[in-house]
Every structure is written in C-alpha cells, then in structure tokens.
C-alpha cells in the first residue's frame, strides 16, 4: 500500500460539490446537442481518475446510452506525467460508425488526450468523437489539443477528489482539492 505524506486536515477546496454537480448539467446538455437525438452514445469512462465524473454526468443524457471502461497507465504514483503512454485494459464493443464520447479527469500535458483520440479514429472509426474533460490546465499543456468540452480550468497545481488521486488515496472526496505548497 502506497505511504500517506498528505494530511487530508491540509487539503483547500478548489471546486465545491454543488459548484461540480452544477456545472455537470449544463455540460450534459451541451455534449448531448453534438450528438443525434435518440442515437446510442458509448460513454468510455477513463479508469479510474474519471468514474465519479462519469457516472454523475450520465445521469444527466437523454440519449440511450452505453458504459465502457478503458484503463490507460500513464502516471502510476508519480506527480509528473508520462509520453509512455499504454492502453492496459482494452476490452470495448464494436464502435465502428458509433457515437463515441470519451470521458476523462483531466488534461494536463494533453498527452493522454492525444493517445485516447488517436486510438479510438485510427482503432474504431466511430461517426462521432466527442472528447470531455471535467478539468483543463491549459497551461501545463505539452502538445497541442484542446478537448471539445470541459467543466472548469484550473491553474497548473496538483489537485485530488472527485475521482483524482494522490498515490490512490482521496478519490472518494465529492469535492477537488489541493494542497498549498
Ligand atoms: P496528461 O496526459 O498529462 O494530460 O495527464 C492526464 C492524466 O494525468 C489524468 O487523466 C490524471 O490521471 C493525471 N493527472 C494530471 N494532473 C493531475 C492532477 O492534478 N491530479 C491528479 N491526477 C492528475
């Protein structure tokens, strides 16, 4: 089990939960527009930073939809990002001309962004791909990509809750958080 240096008495809140779950329905509506009414979405939840995001956020569709889940190993325990980037667990439908949303935590470097949206066109073909994101830093960005929608952005700090981690831990918080320096 990965140590604890961080004190969760330590942690300041960044995004609140009501400022979250506010922001998710306006977000819904506005991802679900860009696709045909009534037609099937395949939500791919990007394990397992983006879990509380996604299943909060499709609670919102009108759409039908599916869940997937993927696993993409990028950061393992560390603060920094990875351009090592590995699909780990890959086991989706058919989405050849599918409506496709790809749900992830957060873009950083937007190398993981990069990785997931050059492997569902080059892999699956779908008829639309939407990529999502709850948190942008746009100023840590390594590459440029920009994902069709997010939630809030935020300054270049490490954050935690709602689904991010510090070495595994406060995933379960319902708010984002951080740590001052
Ligand atoms: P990127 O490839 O650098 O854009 O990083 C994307 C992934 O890094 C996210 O899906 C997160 O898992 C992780 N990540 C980036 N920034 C943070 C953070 O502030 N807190 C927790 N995880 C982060």
């Known amino acids: 089990m990965p140590t604890l240096d961080k004190n969760i008495n330590d942690l300041k809140v960044l995004i609140s939960e009501e400022e979250i779950q506010k922001k998710l ?13 009534d037609e099937v979405i395949y939500v791919i939840c990007v394990l397992k930073g983006s879990t509380m995001f996604t299943v909060d956020l499709v609670k919102h569709f009108n759409n039908p939809i599916q869940m997937e889940f993927i696993r993409i190993s990028s950061y393992g325990h560390e603060q920094k990002s990875s351009n090592n980037l ?14 496709v949303l790809i749900v992830e935590d957060i873009i950083d470097t937007g190398l993981t962004a990069r ?17 999502t994101s709850l948190l942008n830093k746009k100023c840590a960005r ?9 939630g809030f952005e935020i300054d270049d700090k490490f954050v935690v809750g709602y689904g991010l981690d510090y070495k595994g831990y406060f995933r379960n918080l319902p708010y984002i958080g951080y740590f001052p320096q």
Do not use: G, W
């Open 142 to 150: 390594q590459i440029e990509i920009e994902p069709d929608f997010y």
């Open 86 to 99: 590995q699909a780990i667990d890959l086991t989706l439908p058919n989405l050849h001309e599918k409506n």
């Open 115 to 131: 990785f997931l949206t050059d492997l569902f066109k080059i892999k699956h073909h779908p008829k639309k791909l939407v990529f």
């Open 25 to 37: 329905v306006e977000l819904a509506k506005s991802i679900e527009n860009v696709f045909p009414k």
